[in-house]
């Protein structure tokens, strides 16, 4: 994974952090083992408890953060280009070929109509 996937929360992330969240897990490296051990299951708590909210209610955020397609793009061919900068070398050459043959399918599709 590249080092800016690792300084870069994704859509869905952004949604479930606030900056007392964040604060929180800034603090975890700093503490001893079972105060680490439980800051962690705590975080991991209240994201979950956001997710819920956010899954019951239909006007959250978690649902309008659907992606739109842009012309000549699939939702597929976003969805490699958002997952490609968390994936180490070797997968990230998978994503490109998988890239390239669904650009390669459009462009044929396209030609068809």
Do not use: W
Not at 9 to 36: E, R, V, W
Request: proline share 3%.
């Amino acid at each position: 994974m590249g080092e800016n996937a690792l300084n870069t929360m994704t859509t869905f992330d952004t949604l479930l952090q606030s900056q007392h969240l964040q604060m929180l897990k800034a603090a975890i490296p700093y503490l001893s083992g079972n105060a680490k051990n439980t800051l962690s299951i705590l975080c991991k708590i209240l994201e979950l408890k956001k997710t819920i909210q956010m899954s019951a209610d239909e006007t959250s955020a978690l649902s309008m953060c659907s992606v739109k397609p842009e012309e000549g793009c699939s939702n597929v061919l976003l969805m490699l280009k958002e997952i490609r900068p968390y994936c180490s070398k070797k997968e990230q050459e998978s994503v490109d070929f998988f890239t390239d043959v669904f650009q390669m399918y459009e462009t044929y599709s396209s030609m068809l109509t």
